[in-house]
């Protein structure tokens, strides 16, 4: 089959591409196996639908991981402006999409991602796809919180940043406990986040997310 390649060398600067990446080597490879697994599975891989899914799920499972080749530091210097405006900054609702490393199945949600700048601010659209450099990887839902606001807080230099993270976990909800309705919410804080009550209360208010 023929393999079109949109765009086989990933660029770190161009990391937030919207077309799906995929290399053709990896899918080739990919495809191989997940040929097998469909084999070990009881599929009759011969049968019509099924004669592309290989491929298919392999070129799916490259975007669903393409955060490994997006720098996200990179990504916002891209967009670092100087700039005295010195009062919060929230991109609230950002939805994201993530896969549960444990189970590598999708984990889903809302994240909230405030700064406070010191100097420097970023292009809003940069905060949303820091969120997608690190949720397009395999994850658990709190290292995605803190590695969000590590990012901004090591780029940026803002006098605090903060992260709350709403998600649900379909390996909680599709097989193991079953619980259809949970809702996981993890929180991360640095600077005026963390020594001012006020401040934090004044976050949480604006997301509406009942942390406590
Ligand atoms: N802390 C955390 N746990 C997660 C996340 N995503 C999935 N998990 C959990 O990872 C755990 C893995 O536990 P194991 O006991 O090794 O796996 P398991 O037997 O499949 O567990 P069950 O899901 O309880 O059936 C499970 O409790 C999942 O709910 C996440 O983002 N953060
Ligand atoms: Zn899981």
Redesign the pocket.
């Known amino acids: 089959m023929e393999i079109v390649n949109h765009n086989a060398s990933f660029n770190e600067d161009e990391g937030y591409s919207k077309i799906e990446r995929w290399n053709p080597e990896t899918t080739e490879k990919l495809a191989y196996h997940y040929k097998e697994i469909l084999k070990l599975i009881g599929e009759d891989v011969g049968r019509e639908g099924l004669l592309q899914t290989p491929v298919r799920v392999a070129k799916a499972i490259q975007f669903l991981t393409h955060g490994y080749n997006i720098d996200p530091h990179v990504l916002v210097r891209s967009a670092k402006f100087h700039e005295e405006y010195k009062q919060m900054v929230l991109v609230k609702d950002i939805e994201l999409y993530s896969m ?4 590598m199945i999708p ?1 889903y949600g809302k994240a909230h991602v405030a700064y406070i700048p010191n100097g420097y601010i970023t292009g809003l659209s940069k905060v949303a796809r820091v969120v997608d450099a690190y949720a397009r990887r395999l ?4 290292r ?1 919180t803190v590695q969000i606001r590590d990012c901004l807080q090591e780029t940026l230099n803002p006098l605090g940043v903060a992260v709350v993270i709403e ?1 649900a ?1 379909m ?2 909800q599709m ?3 079953q619980k259809q309705n949970s809702v ?1 919410t993890t929180s991360a804080f640095t600077g005026a986040f963390l020594t001012h009550n006020e401040t934090r209360e004044e976050f949480i208010h604006l997301i509406g997310v009942k942390l406590h």
């Not at 549960?100 to 189970?103: D, K």
């Not at 994850?139 to 709190?142: I, T």
Request: glycine letters at 6%; one cysteine or more.
């Open positions: 549960c490393e444990h189970h984990f994850q658990v839902q709190e995605l998600a976990h390996c909680m097989r193991g406990i996981t």
